[in-house]
């Protein structure tokens, strides 16, 4: 049961291995099937050179298994939690990248320096807050998911669909698995390009606000342009 989703995950969180954003086991890629409350994910620690689609595990909304027979990623709860409170999105990526990381372990926001980060994102990529130690002693991989959404109180998650959470590292998602993974790529790129900018000029400028947003907009809403028409 549940072939289909199973591939599109498993080749989703191969997507992740090619693009090099996951070493080792440090990565996983989740799709959510909302008209049966059910979530399709990578298993907990299983090599990535040894999976198979049929690896892949699916869990209700309270994380219980319905079907695989391995246990679900560790970073199910965050999965879970986020598919909660953003009601409209499909996929979900948390990754340790390199240079995301690099932000996320110093602290910061990536800046809006430029076009490349202007297609994807619309503003600064934002950096959560530290968990307290109670969060990280009780239900941590939950409270990570609660301290990502206390990170978008009040900001728009599709016109930025990526957070950094401090000390750890980079989740995005979309409103399928494969444009979670695009904006993964994406933001791996954007955190690069930052941090070169800063070393050539600590004191770079963000990006103009007229140049984000026709660069935003020209992928993103209604008038978008960009590309070939469906």
Not at 39 to 45: D, L
Not at 78 to 98: C, E, M, R
Not at 146 to 160: L, P, Q, S, W, Y
Request: hydrophobic share 35%.
């Amino acid at each position: 049961m549940y072939e289909d989703i199973k591939k599109r995950v498993f080749r989703q969180n191969e997507e992740l291995v090619k693009r090099g954003l996951v070493t080792l086991t440090w990565g996983n890629a989740s799709a959510i099937m909302r008209e049966k409350g059910l979530v399709c994910i990578k298993p907990s620690g299983v090599p990535y050179e040894d999976m198979t689609a049929d690896d892949m595990v699916i869990v209700d909304m309270e994380g219980n298994v319905v079907e695989g027979r391995y246990r679900p990623s560790s970073d199910t709860p965050t999965h879970l939690y986020l598919y909660k409170v953003f009601a409209d999105i499909g996929g979900i990526v948390h990754t340790h990248s390199s240079n995301a990381v690099a932000w996320a372990q110093a602290g910061r926001s990536i800046p809006a320096y430029g076009t490349t980060h202007a297609d994807a994102f619309y503003g600064d990529v934002p950096c959560s807050r530290s968990l307290r130690a109670e969060e990280v002693k009780t239900d941590y991989e939950y409270n990570t998911g609660a301290v990502i959404a206390e990170t978008f109180k009040g900001k728009d998650h599709n016109a930025v669909p990526a957070v950094l959470v401090k000390n750890h590292g980079p989740f995005t998602w979309g409103a399928t698995v494969e444009k979670a993974v695009e904006n993964a790529v994406t933001l791996e790129e954007v955190a690069k390009t930052a941090y070169l900018t800063e070393g050539i000029d600590r004191g770079a400028a963000r990006v103009d606000g007229y140049l984000l947003d026709k660069h935003y907009f020209r992928k993103h809403g209604k008038g978008a342009y960009y590309g070939q028409k469906k």
